[in-house]
Each structure stands twice: as structure tokens, then as C-alpha cells.
């Protein structure tokens, strides 16, 4: 039976024996195959979110100990790595979300979820800042969010050797160990920080490097931490004020889009439309320096990618 997606408030939970099981709105006609025993729409988010966090917290010991060790590094592209740790990681993930949620699908990176049409859907990174973990450089992190008809409602965004958990639920805020997190209050391009990543594929294609040098003269500097997940999450606790990347996949950016969203922060397109999942460019930001950012991110885009960099007018 295909999956039908209805709006969360037309659902309603009832408490069975063993769990709660949704139970549509008498005007919604639909067949509930796939919902049975899983957590409530009313508190759905947050039931949710505590088997991401448990899961985020498994894949991170596993990293953990592969960090330990002589990394065995593998290419999938020109410079996109792959270890040992990505599949271990994925597959701890995958098989702990399956057995809790057999009916859900899931997008993960290296390929070992089952992704097919559902309802809910768990976009998982299993280690992002592969490049970081395969040099030793303690920067990356596990990416796991749950997305209900495409709207993200829970992600967690886990740094293992910093053991810094950013946790989100729709509705809820966001949380980094626990506490609350919310955006920055700078409020102006000049004083701001930001960061951004490049590609691991068609490098040479990428505009990106005319827009680091540009945003780096007009603010205090850009960050390239290797960790677009992380990098979201720290636009969250307001340790960045603005980050912005092209061709990002879903898995890099589905947890840490509900990070910001739910710390107060921004999340378009150049144009400011709303960032759809898996779209060509992200902008992601305080809020505060969004609009300043976008005009000069537009205007950029409007010049020609392959001319050099000019120096900012102030
Ligand atoms: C990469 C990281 C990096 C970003 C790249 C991604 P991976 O993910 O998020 O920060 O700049 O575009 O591919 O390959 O380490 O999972
Ligand atoms: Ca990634
Ligand atoms: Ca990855």
C-alpha cells in the first residue's frame, strides 16, 4: 500500500497495550498500516528523538574506538574518503532505527539503510568529516534526523570526542548536552563569524572558493571545519553566526536544519526561499545577518563563476 502523508494535527494518539497507536481524525479516511506501536504524534518528536540520541550515542563509541586505530581509507571519488568506521558506524545505526521502526525508511550515506517510499524517513550520516577522521583531526560528527512527509522533526548532531550531543525536537528547542542553545545576537555581516565546507566532488567546478574570499573580507573570518553537521550545530549554539555551502546532501544537512530552526536561526536559498532538503546551496544563519548575507551571496551568484575574485566594496 502506498504511504499517504496527512497533517499532524489530524491525528490523534490513543494508548494500547505496548504503546500508542494513531488514530486519524474522524474526517481522515486512511489506512494506518504503517503506524502501529510507533510513538504518538503528540509527543512523537521527542519519543523520536530519544532513539536518535541512543543511537548517535552507540555510533559514537564506535567511532570513538576506530579513532584509536590506523584509519583504513578507501575512495569513493577524487577526495572522497571512506573508512572502515563510516560502515561500522552506519550499520550500528541502521540496524538499532530498523528494529525500533521496521516500517520506516532510511537514507543513510553508505548506502545500507533501506530507503523506499514511507512516511517517516531517517536521513543518517554516519560519520561526517570522513577527511577529518581519516588525518586525525578530532572534528566530525554523527548525523541522525527523522523526517515525517519530508518535514524534519527530530535530529541529533553527536561530536564523539568532544562528547558534544546537539539534540532537537520540532517544536521543543534545541539542546547541546542538555541545555538550551539558541543563535548568536550579532547582528551585522562585519561582525560576524562564519563558516562554510567545500566539495569532495567536481572540486574544480565549485564556485565556492570566490565566495570564501569575498565573505572573509567583509566579516571577522570564514571557518572551513570540514563537518557540515557540526558546522550547523555550532551556527546553533551561536558559536558561528552564518554558514553557507553548495551540493549538500540531505544526510549532511537534515539534523542540523532543525538545530537552527529551533535555536531561533534562519535557513533559505539565495533567494530566501525555504531550504529544501537535499537543494543546491544553503544559507544558513542567526536570523540577524541573514538578509546581508544573502544580498551579497546573490549578487555573487550573478557574477561569473569563472572570473577571478573582485574586493568587496564596503
Ligand atoms: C562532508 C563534510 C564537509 C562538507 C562536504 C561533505 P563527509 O561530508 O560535511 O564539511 O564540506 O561537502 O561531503 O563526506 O565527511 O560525510
Ligand atoms: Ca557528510
Ligand atoms: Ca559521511
Avoid at 499532524?8 to 504503546?19: F, T
Avoid at 577522521?133 to 572534528?139: E, I, S, T, V
Avoid at 534562519?266 to 543546491?280: E, M, N, R, S, V
Amino acid at each position: 500500500m502506498a504511504t499517504v502523508c496527512v497533517a499532524v494535527g489530524l491525528l490523534k494518539p490513543r494508548s494500547v497495550k505496548g504503546g500508542v497507536l494513531f488514530q486519524a481524525h474522524p474526517s481522515v479516511k486512511l489506512a494506518f498500516s504503517s503506524f502501529s506501536l510507533e510513538p504518538a504524534l503528540s509527543d512523537n518528536a521527542k519519543s523520536f528523538l530519544n532513539v536518535a540520541i541512543e543511537t548517535a550515542l552507540e555510533a559514537g563509541k564506535i567511532l570513538r574506538e576506530e579513532f584509536a586505530r590506523p584509519p583504513e581509507i578507501k575512495y569513493k571519488g577524487d577526495v572522497d574518503l571512506v573508512t572502515q568506521a563510516d560502515k561500522r558506524s552506519e550499520q550500528a545505526i541502521v540496524d538499532r532505527l530498523s528494529k525500533y521502526f521496521p516500517a520506516h525508511a532510511i537514507a543513510a550515506e553508505e548506502g545500507l539503510g533501506s530507503d523506499h517510499d514511507a512516511e517517516y524517513r531517517w536521513h543518517v550520516d554516519p560519520l561526517d568529516g570522513t577527511t577529518n577522521f581519516a588525518h586525525g583531526y578530532p572534528c566530525f560528527s554523527v548525523s541522525i534526523a527523522l523526517a515525517h512527509c519530508d518535514k524534519v522533526i527530530a535530529g541529533v548532531v553527536y561530536n564523539p570526542i568532544y562528547e558534544e550531543l546537539f539534540a532537537a525536537a520540532r517544536g521543543d528547542g534545541a539542546t547541546l548536552n542538555g541545555n538550551k542553545i539558541s543563535v548568536s545576537k550579532v547582528p551585522s555581516l562585519a561582525t560576524s563569524l562564519l563558516c562554510t565546507g567545500f566539495p569532495v566532488h567536481k572540486r574544480k567546478a565549485s564556485p565556492n572558493i570566490h565566495y570564501y574570499y569575498d565573505f572573509t573580507l567583509r566579516s571577522h573570518g570564514v571557518r572551513r571545519d570540514g563537518s557540515a553537521a557540526l558546522d550547523l550545530a555550532s551556527v546553533a549554539a551561536g558559536r558561528f553566526d552564518g554558514f553557507w555551502e553548495f551540493g549538500l546532501k540531505r544526510w549532511d544537512v537534515a539534523a542540523g536544519l532543525i538545530l537552527v530552526e529551533e535555536a531561533g536561526g534562519k535557513i533559505t536559498d539565495f533567494h530566501g526561499a525555504p531550504y529544501q532538503l537535499g537543494g543546491p546551496v544553503v544559507l544558513a544563519t542567526n536570523g540577524l545577518v541573514h538578509e546581508e548575507m544573502r544580498l551579497v551571496a546573490l549578487d555573487l551568484s550573478r557574477r561569473d563563476p569563472a572570473s577571478p575574485p573582485q574586493n568587496p566594496t564596503f
